[in-house]
Nanobody
Framework: QVQLVESGGGLVQAGGSLRLSCVASGSIFRITSANWYRQAPGKQRESVAAITSGGSANYADSVQGRFTISRDTAKNTVYLQMNSLKPEDTAVYYC?????????WGQGTQVTVSS
């Protein structure tokens, strides 16, 4: 059974950095494309970064220039490097990945940015 397992969340001061990881386990097939979403309390889930099968990345305007999505094909892992964090980045971050045409979600990891 394929599972996406996120890690790397935590508490950080404004201006700090975190790197989130999303590992696909239980599959011999590789992640083709992936997204990072986030959901803050009382708000809808929103996409913050995406990486295509060709390696192209796209970002929400709110994180452009501060966040970087990448992947390690050999490790079947997707990363989200988050720099210059702001209190408004506080949310649960979810990984979403496509593997042989199916979409999987991780369980989420909490990111809290203090002012």
């Amino acid at each position: 059974q394929v599972q996406l397992v996120e890690s790397g969340g935590g508490l950080v001061q404004a201006g700090g950095s975190l790197r989130l990881s999303c590992v696909a386990s239980g599959s011999i097939f590789r992640i083709t494309s992936a997204n990072w979403y986030r959901q803050a309390p009382g708000k809808q889930r929103e996409s913050v970064a995406a990486i295509t099968s060709g390696g192209s990345a796209n970002y929400a305007d709110s994180v452009q220039g501060r966040f970087t999505i990448s992947r390690d094909t050999a490790k079947n892992t997707v990363y989200l490097q988050m720099n210059s964090l702001k209190p408004e980045d506080t949310a649960v971050y979810y990984c979403n990945a496509q593997i042989i045409g199916r979409t999987y979600w991780g369980q989420g990891t909490q990111v809290t940015v203090s002012s």
